[in-house]
């Protein structure tokens, strides 16, 4: 059996916090950063696919920051990657200097558009359209009579095999001077774009109210809902996004029962998800 360092993090500092987990330093270690999934993703089965996907999607050619090696923290699992130095994500940016979250949402689009034309590896990465399918019929919080409809709406979808991040938000692209890295990669897929954008619509519209949100991506309420109108505006090259929109709360909903594939929901996240996705049927499917 392979074994793997294990790291004191008391020597480590943190340096940075999102939704999946923590990011630390070590000042004897200047050039490499340490990331710490949150429990249910620190296991050595999720952080070694996040590891090989990391590799394959360097090898696609697109920019994401190195990574070295998996390492023990404790009872958990953790990697050891290139530190980005002086790096700034487009959630900090617009943290930073508000005045400029327009400019930032059309960044994340042009930087998407650029993603999206990307031919993937479709013998190592999934179709995200297969994976959402097997979650709308394993997932117990969709009510039996919402289940054909979106289930319908998921099959209609054609393939495509270029590449889709899988968590496509502003915290998981980085700038550094003229460069800019993907991030947070473990759900890299290929498939319709739409998967992504639905998933920015929902962040920035259905989840945008909720101060645990507003506080991981350093956002207010009012920021979120003008970085998607400039994001909306600049992907459809139109002032009037408003069918663009109701495309991307179809796939925000499937977006929410897609959690499932990936983790098994706990019994608040069922209650909690299964209302957001009556919500969202009930606004975009009817």
């Not at 977006?255 to 069922?270: A, G, N, Q, V, W």
Request: overall charge neutral.
């Amino acid at each position: 059996m392979e074994s793997y360092s294990q790291i004191d993090l008391a020597q480590w500092t943190q340096v940075g916090e999102g939704g999946n987990g923590k990011t630390y330093v070590n000042p004897d270690q200047a050039d490499v950063i340490l990331k710490v999934n949150n429990e249910r993703l620190s296991t050595l089965e999720a952080v070694k696919h996040e590891y090989d996907v990391s590799k394959a999607v360097e090898a696609l050619g697109l920019k994401v920051p190195k990574v070295h090696e998996i390492v023990r923290v404790g009872e958990a699992y953790a990697t050891i990657s290139q530190r980005i130095k002086g790096k700034k994500s487009l959630s900090s940016i617009c943290h930073d200097e508000p005045e400029r979250t327009e400019e930032m949402a059309r960044l994340l689009c042009r930087k998407g558009q650029e993603l999206f034309a990307t031919p993937c590896n479709t013998g190592f990465f999934p179709s995200r359209k297969e994976q959402v399918l097997w979650a709308i019929d394993h997932a117990g919080f969709v009510r039996r009579k919402n289940r054909k409809l979106i289930r319908d709406f998921a099959a209609s979808i054609p393939e495509n095999t270029h590449c889709v991040h899988g968590d496509f938000q502003t915290g998981n692209i980085i700038r550094c001077g003229e460069e800019y890295y993907w991030i947070d990669l473990d759900r890299f897929a290929y498939g319709d774009p739409m998967f992504d954008i639905g998933h920015l619509f929902q962040i920035c519209n259905i989840y945008a109210p909720m101060k645990r949100v507003q506080d991981i991506f350093h956002m207010t309420l009012d920021q979120f809902h003008r970085f998607w109108d400039a994001f909306a505006k600049e992907y459809t090259s139109k002032e009037d996004h408003s069918e663009f929109d109701s495309q991307a709360g179809r796939f925000a909903c499937l977006d929410i029962i897609l959690r499932s594939y990936f983790m098994p929901p706990t019994f608040l996240e069922k209650l909690f998800f299964g209302v957001y996705v009556r919500k969202l049927v009930k606004r975009y499917y009817q």
